[in-house]
């Protein structure tokens, strides 16, 4: 039985390197910031797992429940602000000339 929760907790192991790609490349801040709420929860899974598998299930779970809160809070805190300062798309350089420039010419066209 102790295999299955060590298979399971390398399949998330695996999930979460897999998400780190979206943290690095993602589109906007949006997805980076579900993206690091996403490898929070299965961090928190992953504790419990690693409890089970230990046997000592009761200290992992107060680990677990002291992780989840500080991932809430720092979701919070990251999507107010957010909110506050709406800089939600990350460009760069030459690309928000780019894309600038298209938005003036569909508005143009739209007129």
């Known amino acids: 039985m102790d295999n299955l929760f060590l298979?399971?907790?390398l399949v998330l192991i695996v999930l979460m390197i897999?998400?780190?790609y979206r943290i690095i490349v993602g589109p906007t801040v949006i997805d980076?910031?579900?993206a690091v709420n996403v490898i929070g929860t299965k961090s928190i899974v992953l504790l419990v797992l690693m409890g089970?598998?230990?046997k000592r299930i009761d200290?992992?779970?107060d680990?677990?429940?002291g992780y989840g809160l500080l991932n809430f809070i720092a979701s919070l805190a990251a999507a107010k602000y957010f909110k506050k300062h709406k800089k939600l798309h990350v460009t760069y350089g030459l690309e928000t000339?780019?894309?600038e420039k298209k938005q003036k010419?569909?508005?143009e066209n739209v007129n």
């Open 63 to 65: 680990i677990a429940i």
């Open 52 to 54: 089970i598998i230990f």
């Open 7 to 9: 298979y399971s907790s």
């Open 32 to 34: 980076r910031i579900v």
């Open 18 to 20: 897999v998400l780190v």
């Open 59 to 61: 200290m992992f779970v």
């Open 97 to 99: 000339n780019f894309q």
């Open 105 to 107: 010419e569909t508005l």
